[in-house]
């Protein structure tokens, strides 16, 4: 069986628990404003020019095209994505079996890595097998049946919340969350480990209303361990440049560390324990 990744990191210490190799896959059924992964946009391969690498050789023409054999000398032309078998990405995987020590082992994440659910069980259940611990980073935005699939082979969820309000949603992501959210209710009655990760995002969900429903929300499911709240950055911004597209979220305004700290006592004040 064969997926569609854009890269796979090793030594990943925020996709879960231990040290960690997190592979990203590509397509993503959400259009979030501020995403800094918009190699995981797409499915397809595309490719990906970095005009400061460049050193004008003219070898792939005005079209910044390049045949099969041919090479971009700079590395400034590339492919995004890349099509692996899974006993590729379990190789990959296992070089590092010595560092995940009890607790690591492997994240799948993207995009979002559901759209390729098969792919993604395939591999979480050899890897399972040979005793690694298992994350799924998910949108939630997929049919049940998908996540279903996973259950079997996956220790932890990392789940993303990034608003209550449904309409609200809508607008800064393209999809509303009446899935998302139907799908943690779900995923919360297998009794499945939880994180929940939340961006906070200027002027999108960075006030009391909005994060004090999430948290009742998360306050009323067990099995979330943990929930993350994720400042917003802009460090994705000039990826959008090297793959044609015009980064979508503008904005000046910025989170104080005291707005910050007092979100997160939203969270607090309800015992949930908060990253
Ligand atoms: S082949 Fe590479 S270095 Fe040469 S012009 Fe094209 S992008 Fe620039
Ligand atoms: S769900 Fe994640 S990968 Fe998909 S668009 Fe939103 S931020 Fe980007």
């Given at each position: 069986?064969?997926?569609?990744?854009?890269?796979?990191?090793r030594?990943?210490?925020?996709?879960?628990?231990?040290?960690?190799?997190?592979?990203?896959?590509?397509?993503?059924?959400?259009?979030?404003?501020?995403?800094h992964?918009?190699?995981?946009?797409?499915?397809a391969?595309?490719?990906?020019?970095?005009?400061?690498?460049?050193?004008?050789?003219?070898?792939?023409?005005?079209?910044?095209?390049?045949?099969?054999s041919?090479?971009?000398?700079?590395?400034?032309?590339?492919?995004?994505g890349?099509?692996v078998?899974?006993?590729?990405v379990?190789?990959?995987?296992?070089?590092?079996k010595?560092?995940?020590?009890?607790?690591?082992?492997?994240?799948?994440?993207?995009?979002?890595?559901?759209?390729?659910?098969?792919?993604?069980?395939?591999?979480?259940?050899?890897?399972?097998?040979?005793?690694?611990?298992?994350?799924?980073?998910?949108?939630?935005?997929?049919?049940?049946?998908?996540?279903?699939?996973?259950?079997?082979?996956?220790?932890?969820?990392?789940?993303?919340?990034?608003?209550?309000?449904?309409?609200?949603?809508?607008?800064?992501?393209?999809?509303?969350?009446?899935?998302?959210?139907?799908?943690?209710?779900r995923?919360?009655?297998?009794?499945?480990?939880?994180?929940?990760?939340?961006?906070?995002?200027?002027?999108?969900?960075?006030?009391?209303?909005?994060m004090?429903?999430?948290?009742?929300?998360?306050?009323?499911?067990?099995?979330?361990?943990?929930?993350?709240?994720?400042?917003?950055?802009?460090?994705?911004?000039?990826?959008?440049?090297?793959?044609?597209?015009?980064?979508?979220?503008d904005?000046d305004?910025?989170?104080?560390?005291?707005?910050?700290?007092?979100?997160?006592?939203?969270?607090c004040?309800?015992?949930?324990?908060?990253?």
């Amino acid at each position: 069986m064969t997926g569609t990744i854009f890269d796979i990191q090793r030594f990943s210490v925020h996709d879960g628990p231990g040290i960690r190799t997190t592979v990203f896959m590509k397509g993503c059924p959400l259009r979030c404003r501020w995403c800094h992964n918009p190699e995981g946009l797409s499915k397809a391969l595309q490719p990906q020019f970095f005009e400061d690498k460049c050193i004008g050789c003219g070898l792939c023409g005005k079209r910044k095209q390049l045949s099969n054999s041919q090479k971009c000398p700079a590395e400034a032309l590339k492919i995004c994505g890349r099509v692996v078998d899974e006993d590729e990405v379990i190789d990959e995987i296992l070089r590092d079996k010595i560092f995940y020590s009890d607790n690591g082992g492997v994240t799948f994440s993207g995009g979002e890595c559901l759209l390729q659910a098969d792919f993604v069980v395939s591999v979480l259940s050899k890897v399972k097998g040979l005793g690694l611990h298992t994350a799924v980073d998910t949108c939630g935005y997929v049919p049940w049946e998908e996540l279903e699939k996973t259950l079997p082979y996956c220790d932890l969820y990392l789940y993303d919340v990034k608003c209550f309000t449904s309409n609200l949603h809508k607008e800064y992501t393209g999809v509303d969350n009446l899935l998302i959210i139907d799908n943690l209710k779900r995923l919360a009655d297998t009794q499945k480990d939880i994180w929940i990760r939340i961006p906070v995002i200027p002027g999108f969900n960075d006030y009391a209303s909005e994060m004090t429903q999430i948290a009742e929300l998360v306050s009323s499911i067990s099995s979330v361990k943990q929930v993350t709240l994720m400042p917003y950055h802009t460090l994705g911004a000039s990826k959008y440049k090297t793959l044609g597209l015009e980064y979508p979220f503008d904005t000046d305004k910025r989170i104080s560390e005291e707005e910050f700290a007092s979100l997160k006592r939203i969270f607090c004040d309800r015992n949930i324990s908060v990253v």
